[in-house]
């Protein structure tokens, strides 16, 4: 799938690209079948919202769940990031199923996710991009994900590490720059945005594209996979989060075909067999900046 100069500036301008109903009913059902298992696992690898029982998001499901394996290989994925990224070798950084359940689904606060991976993981630059991919149709019920058009272009912006709201820790941004870059983007008119369309949409989104959701109190799921797939030369220096949440694996994704979901097509599942205890280790001693 190549991407059209159009796109291309839509993507400059905006900081997002949304592409509806990219994946078929069929290969989206291959992925959602195997939810339920996912989330019913008790491991850290499943977070949990506070003070409830539903999955608020599950970790690195590509390393022990064939069709996520197969949906972090796909093509239709890879490649328009791998293009604007000028076809640079790309590695997975992190993979996440969003579970927004229905009635308990809790909000996710105003945020940049570099602001995340810069201040937790050194990350060193902004060269990594995010995927959502719908697993259920997103309305304006269930808490469809927002955008600040354009706030990619303001770099990364100060953030304080809210560890209370949620079940997630997460670096947000406080209400009056986001009331600033709201307006800069439109006010009314489009300063805020909200992709929303049928199971198997894809956007792509900047990692500094200033963005949140609301809580979900529909009766509609809102399961959403997210990948961070990172340019392999920006890979991560500092390994504070476990390795379920920041990968620490930086060979180049390899692309499967296009039907891959659909063939079964064989991948290797490295932690089919549970998650070694090596992925739950933060380091105790860290590298300086320059280190690799
Ligand atoms: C995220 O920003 O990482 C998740 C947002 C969402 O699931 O709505
Ligand atoms: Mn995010």
Not at 110 to 115: A, R
Not at 234 to 242: E, Q, T
Request: glycine share 6%; proline share 7%; charged share 20%.
């Amino acid at each position: 799938m190549k991407l059209s100069q159009d796109q291309l500036d839509a993507f400059d301008r905006d900081g997002y690209l949304f592409f509806p109903g990219l994946f078929e009913p069929d290969e989206v059902t291959t992925l959602t079948d195997a939810v339920p298992s996912l989330y019913a696992r008790r491991e850290a690898f499943n977070v949990r919202e506070k003070g409830s029982d539903a999955v608020r998001t599950n970790f690195a499901a590509h390393l022990y769940s064939e069709p996520f394996a197969r949906l972090a290989r796909h093509p239709r994925m890879v490649q328009p990031v791998q293009q604007l990224f000028d076809d640079e070798p790309l590695y997975m950084h992190q993979f996440k199923v969003n579970g927004k359940m229905a009635f308990e689904g809790d909000v996710w606060q105003w945020h940049q996710d570099y602001g995340t991976w810069k201040n937790d993981d050194w990350m060193p630059t902004e060269r990594a991009m995010n995927v959502a991919i719908f697993l259920d149709d997103v309305n304006e019920f269930n808490g469809p994900l927002m955008f600040i058009p354009g706030s990619h272009k303001k770099g990364v912006i100060d953030a304080k590490h809210d560890l209370t709201t949620t079940s997630y820790p997460l670096w947000t941004v406080d209400n009056e720059l986001i009331a600033a870059l709201v307006e800069r983007a439109g006010g009314k008119q489009d300063g805020i945005v909200s992709p929303k369309g049928p199971a198997g949409s894809m956007i792509l989104f900047h990692s500094c594209l200033v963005h949140a959701s609301t809580s979900n109190l529909s009766p509609w799921n809102r399961v959403s996979v997210y990948l961070s797939l990172c340019a392999v030369s920006n890979h991560i220096r500092r390994f504070k989060r476990p390795g379920y949440i920041a990968h620490r694996d930086f060979t180049p994704i390899a692309c499967l075909p296009d039907d891959c979901l659909l063939k079964n097509h064989p991948v290797e599942l490295p932690w089919k067999e549970g998650m070694p205890a090596s992925a739950l280790v933060t380091a105790s001693t860290e590298p300086t900046r320059q280190a690799a």
